[in-house]
DNA sequence: AATCGACCTTC
DNA sequence: AAGGTCGAT
């Protein structure tokens, strides 16, 4: 077989694939040894962190290298450079601290169906029903394994058509144990392809960040924070920061927030988010991505070790300005090839209207928390 | 415009 | 109770 492969040279600092795949924006990627199985767009794709980066390889010779390496530079969002904003010493020590997070650039289609699925849920029963989704996709190529130890073969599928979605039925989902989910997938699948499909999907990425969300959200289990999980991983909108009660947890307790975690309403959602917005600036989706990671840390260590909480009293590591940036100059993306996004009327079935989203925001930004009281 | 309960499983 | 959405009030 015509193996592709090559290397990317990144440093773990800048990506690391170990947390960007395992914390809940991919749910398809598997790791067996030090090897990282999944595939984006119809590549079967290997992926292994060594120091030098990351190095890869395509098992089902559908690409060219030089295009599957600057798919990856994409998926892994690597020709952006963040941006925090100077005065936040809070993000400074979370970035430094848990470095190598990427905003990754996930397919619009399976990201619209994985975060459907997200809702109420958690991260390894999505991933079993996104897995399903996957097993009805084309088979891209498979490996066997040559120990008993691990005796699961591993089957790289593309991710199917709107059109082959379309085609399950409540009952079938349910009995994948997709609970009430079944019916959102069955039901977005057909509004959809009523819209236009693959294509009227693929046009969400040009619109504006505003009317993305609305679009999504005319979509049957896509409300609110799952268009906007849509709108950060699949449509590469920056400005996006899904909002739920972890990270107005974590806001409340670092950022001087005040906000009641519950009864979060459409009209609460939008002032808190516009004031998240203006706290983290440019990259806030990002921002959103690596403070959510360390709540996940934290509580995993908080799991482990309920130990006291005097660990809190250490005194900080000093850590000087964050230089995140890539090693290798990525590749000139030719923007021309876009179809121009049409200006007439998108025919969508609304079964709702499409709430209108505010972005005025008349509040202040937020100060940085002072030091707790302990 | 806000509040409330139901909804599939599972940790 | 959980990483939400929907429909009714």
């Given at each position: 077989m015509n193996k592709v492969a090559g290397i990317i040279r990144v440093d773990r600092k800048v990506l690391d694939i170990d947390k960007v795949l395992q914390m809940g924006m991919t749910f398809?990627?598997?790791?067996?040894?030090?090897?990282?199985?999944?595939?984006?767009?119809?590549?079967?794709?290997?992926?292994?962190q060594k120091n030098e980066g990351v190095a890869y390889s395509c098992v089902n010779g559908d690409s060219s290298d030089s295009g599957l390496n600057s798919e990856l530079i994409r998926f892994f969002d690597l020709e952006r450079k963040y941006e925090?904003?100077?005065?936040?010493?809070?993000?400074?020590?979370?970035?430094?601290?848990?470095?190598?997070?990427?905003?990754?650039?996930?397919d619009p289609i399976e990201t619209l169906y994985s975060f459907i699925c997200s809702?109420?849920?958690?991260?390894?029963?999505?991933?079993?029903?996104?897995?399903?989704?996957?097993?009805?996709?084309?088979?891209l190529a498979q490996i066997k394994s040559d120990t008993d130890v691990e005796p699961n073969l591993f089957r790289y599928q593309a991710f199917p058509s709107i059109e082959t979605l379309a085609q399950l039925t409540e009952q079938e989902l349910r009995a994948a144990n997709f609970g009430y989910r079944a019916k959102f997938i069955v039901k977005t699948s057909a509004s959809i392809l009523e819209?236009?499909?693959?294509?009227?999907?693929?046009?969400?990425?040009?619109?504006?960040?505003?009317?993305?969300?609305?679009k999504l959200m005319t979509l049957a289990g896509i409300g609110r924070k799952v268009a906007d999980c849509i709108a950060l991983y699949g449509l590469n909108k920056r400005e996006s920061i899904p909002l739920d009660v972890h990270l107005i947890r974590?806001?409340?307790?670092?950022?001087?927030?005040?906000?009641?975690?519950?009864?979060?309403?459409?009209?609460?959602?939008?002032?808190?988010?516009?004031?998240?917005?203006?706290?983290?600036?440019?990259?806030?989706?990002?921002?959103?991505?690596?403070?959510?990671?360390?709540?996940?840390?934290?509580?995993?260590?908080?799991?482990?070790?309920?130990?006291?909480?005097?660990?809190?009293?250490?005194?900080?590591?000093?850590?000087?300005?964050?230089?995140?940036?890539?090693?290798?100059?990525?590749?000139?993306?030719?923007?021309e090839a876009q179809v121009s996004s049409r200006k007439g009327p998108v025919v969508t079935t609304r079964r709702r209207a499409a709430q209108k989203i505010k972005t005025e925001c008349d509040e202040m930004p937020l100060k940085k928390a002072k030091e707790e009281e302990f």
């Open positions: 398809r990627w598997r790791k067996h040894g030090q090897i990282w199985h999944g595939v984006i767009g119809r590549n079967a794709v290997q992926l292994e925090i904003p100077h005065d936040d010493e809070n993000l400074t020590n979370a970035v430094g601290k848990y470095e190598g997070i990427r905003q990754l650039q996930l809702s109420n849920n958690h991260i390894s029963r999505i991933s079993s029903m996104m897995t399903f989704l996957g097993s009805k996709g084309d088979l819209n236009g499909g693959n294509s009227w999907v693929e046009t969400l990425k040009s619109e504006d960040y505003v009317v993305a969300v609305e974590l806001a409340n307790r670092d950022y001087n927030l005040k906000e009641a975690e519950k009864g979060l309403t459409p009209t609460r959602y939008e002032g808190i988010v516009a004031r998240l917005r203006e706290t983290w600036g440019r990259d806030a989706g990002w921002v959103q991505t690596v403070l959510f990671y360390k709540e996940l840390q934290l509580s995993k260590e908080k799991k482990k070790s309920p130990k006291s909480k005097r660990e809190k009293n250490k005194p900080r590591t000093e850590k000087k300005e964050v230089k995140v940036e890539v090693k290798e100059e990525p590749v000139e993306l030719q923007s």
